[in-house]
């Protein structure tokens, strides 16, 4: 049970807002915004999903940089108010087809229509955008995406001037194409998060692969769907139970999952047999499939780090770079982070000679070095060179005092368990009938660490 929900923009003001059950203060938005915005406790950087101020507990999760904000006095379950939030986050996006600012402000009638529908009371009543359908009747005013800036997934989705097909996250599922005719095409999308930490030289500690199928589907007439994966998929180390436990007994494929989970709509029928997935997709983004993984992989980069004393005050730190995936793959976003010495007060940066793209930052607030890389192609390797100045002498070894280094990254058209849609089959309904079928691939990284 909430009490409010609301939705902020990064400047903070207030898009959405609606009060359900009038027990928490009307300024409860710029309170939270106020308090996010100067978080200082317990020496984090950011403000926690979940916290309390005064006796309101609020909730927040941020999307294409929108704060999506609920609260309420009672001591509910943080995951359940936070998997609402993201869902209430996804039906927008499903109804506008854009999520940001501009298409919220735009669509404010039709936004708070389907608020009523899916929280009445401060009670959950649906987050199905295929059953929203039926009562929510306002027709969304299209935004077009071509002259905002890409802050949704589809923006991931380039390789150098060639954009892959992107509708599937800007077109909403109730409005028609111009014309008045609706465009038939089905998206697959395979996202995977990976988790790697290195040791002081560079062999790999820990390894693992948050993964999911996701599919946004616009064919009329919701026929059926056969989605192949890889023939030697083996889900379960040896678990030795049936798929429809979520788990199967075959252990020996060449891609090996730990586990899976399906949306209720899949079918599992034929899937001990040859992997194949059947559903009737149901209207919006959805997730067909969630995996994990913890088989050796080898990961898209190598971090490798020299840090060394240049005199009583100074320290010199060298990062390098190494894409080792194929060189028609090119990493977009690239960031790499690396905490320095508390008494760190000044450093100056070497980058290679002619590169562009890229950036490198002190951060003296919290004595960070960050260096930022706007794409790597595979294959490929990059330097940086940094000069330190400390405030005082070095006591001990210097490499306890900083890293490890971090890296953050995405890398589309490429996954790394080597999970693969072999086909993607649609019932006919006639012989002409032949809709457009995207897939894409895209990793990224959910934590990327290297210690000294």
């Known amino acids: 049970m909430i009490s409010q929900f609301f939705v902020l923009s990064q400047r903070g003001d207030n898009i959405v807002f609606r009060d359900y059950r009038g027990e928490v203060p009307k300024g409860s938005a710029e309170i939270f915004f106020r308090k996010v915005k100067f978080w200082k406790e317990d020496g984090q950087e950011e403000a926690p999903p979940v916290f309390n101020v005064d006796g309101v507990n609020y ?80 027709e969304p005013i299209v935004v077009d995406g071509g002259r905002l800036q890409p802050l949704n997934a589809a923006a991931i989705f380039m390789q150098g001037t060639k954009r892959m097909p992107g509708t599937a996250v800007t077109k909403s599922v109730v409005a028609n194409e111009p014309g008045g005719r609706k465009r038939e095409e089905i998206f697959v999308d395979i996202i995977e998060k990976i988790s790697v930490t290195f040791s002081s030289s560079g062999y790999i500690l820990t390894s693992e692969i948050d993964g999911t199928i996701q599919m946004k589907s616009y064919l009329t007439g919701n ?3 056969r989605l192949a994966l890889n023939e030697d998929l083996g889900i379960g180390r040896g678990s030795g139970r049936s798929v429809h436990d979520y788990r199967s007994s075959s252990g020996s494929g060449a891609v090996i999952l730990d586990d899976c989970n399906f949306h209720e709509s899949v079918r599992l029928d034929s899937f001990d047999l040859d992997r194949t997935l059947t559903l009737v997709p149901p209207d919006g983004e959805f997730p067909v499939m969630n995996y994990r993984m913890t088989q050796e992989f080898k990961p898209p980069f190598r971090i490798n780090t020299l840090i060394e004393e240049a005199g009583t005050l100074k320290a010199e730190v060298i990062l390098k770079i190494f894409a080792e995936f194929p060189s028609n793959i090119t990493a977009n976003t690239i960031i790499v ?23 490198a930052d002190f951060k003296e607030a919290n004595k960070r070095l960050e260096w930022g890389l706007k794409k790597i192609v ?75």
């Open 223 to 225: 026929p059926e769907i």
């Open 337 to 359: 982070q690396m905490p320095l010495p508390k008494y760190t007060i000044r450093a100056t940066f070497e980058l290679e000679p002619g590169v562009i793209g890229q950036t």
């Open 59 to 138: 909730f927040h999760v941020k999307v294409v940089g929108l704060l999506f904000v609920a609260t309420t006095r009672v001591n509910m379950s943080p995951s359940l108010v936070l998997e609402l939030l993201q869902r209430i986050a996804r039906v927008i996006k499903d109804y506008l087809g854009i999520l940001n600012e501009d298409s919220l402000r735009k669509n404010f009638v039709l936004v708070y229509e389907l608020l009523d529908e899916v929280i009445d009371f401060g009670y959950a009543q649906t987050t199905s955008t295929e059953m929203l359908k039926s009562y929510v009747f306002n």
């Open 378 to 452: 595979g294959g490929s390797e990059h330097t940086l060179r940094a000069k330190l100045t400390f405030s005082q002498e070095m006591h001990g070894n210097i490499t306890k005092e900083a890293g490890p280094v971090s890296m953050t990254f995405t890398i589309p058209m490429h996954n790394v368990s080597r999970l693969q849609v072999k086909y993607l089959q649609i019932a006919k309904k006639s012989n002409t009938y032949n809709p457009y079928r995207w897939v894409r691939y895209v990793t990224q990284a959910n934590s990327y660490v290297a210690r000294l």
